[in-house]
Structures are given as structure tokens and as C-alpha cells.
Nanobody, 115 residues
Framework: QVQLVESGGGLVQPGGSLRLRCAASGFTFSSYAMNWYRQAPGKERELVARILSTGSFTTYTDSVKGRFTISRDNAKNTVYLQMNSLKAEDTAVYYC????????WGQGTQVTVSS
């Protein structure tokens, strides 16, 4: 069964950091690009970061460039999102995603940035 399971979300103060983790199973993880999306209340889901299968190339939405870092460990079938200098506008549910014949989504993890 193809599955993505996110963890690592929580409540953090502005300027703080969180590291999200997405554990993959049921497919050849090292063959697929991986994505992190987020969806804030009342807004559409947006692509935050993407990493190619080998980890050789990453891309970010403009609002997180210089603050967020996507990485992966193909030996552990895991993709990470390191989030630094968090802002209130980063508050959202964060989802892990892969295109494995069809879009595969995790259940999401809530990130709340608030003082």
C-alpha cells in the first residue's frame, strides 16, 4: 500500500523553527520527486518545496526561499522540510505529496506560528 505519513508539526513562536518529516512506504521512494504543500484556512493548497529523486535539485515558492530547506534520505524513505524564521503566515496544514501513477497525499500535519 502506497502511503505517506507526516509528522513534526506543532505550535511555535514567530522566528522559531520546526522540522517536518514524511515517511514513505509502498513504492520505490528513490525513484520519485517529492513535494511539500501547505493549505491555510480559506486558501488553496500551494506547493511549498520540491526535491528531485536524487536530491540534486530543489525548488521553493518565493515566500519561503532562504527560510525553508527540503531534503531527503533515500536510505530511510524519508523527506524533510526544515522551516526556520517562521512567520504567522506560515500557519497551515502541511502535506507531503508524490506522483506515483496518481497523486499520493499524506494526512497532513498542522503548523501554527503564533505568540
Amino acid at each position: 500500500q502506497v502511503q505517506l505519513v507526516e509528522s513534526g508539526g506543532g505550535l511555535v513562536q514567530p522566528g522559531g523553527s520546526l522540522r517536518l518529516r514524511c515517511a514513505a512506504s509502498g513504492f520505490t521512494f528513490s525513484s520519485y520527486a517529492m513535494n511539500w504543500y501547505r493549505q491555510a484556512p480559506g486558501k488553496e493548497r500551494e506547493l511549498v518545496a520540491r526535491i528531485l529523486s536524487t536530491g540534486s535539485f530543489t525548488t521553493y515558492t518565493d515566500s519561503v526561499k532562504g527560510r525553508f530547506t527540503i531534503s531527503r534520505d533515500n536510505a530511510k524513505n524519508t523527506v524533510y522540510l526544515q522551516m526556520n524564521s517562521l512567520k504567522a503566515e506560515d500557519t497551515a496544514v502541511y502535506y507531503c505529496n508524490a506522483m506515483v501513477g496518481q497523486p499520493i497525499w499524506g494526512q497532513g500535519t498542522q503548523v501554527t506560528v503564533s505568540s
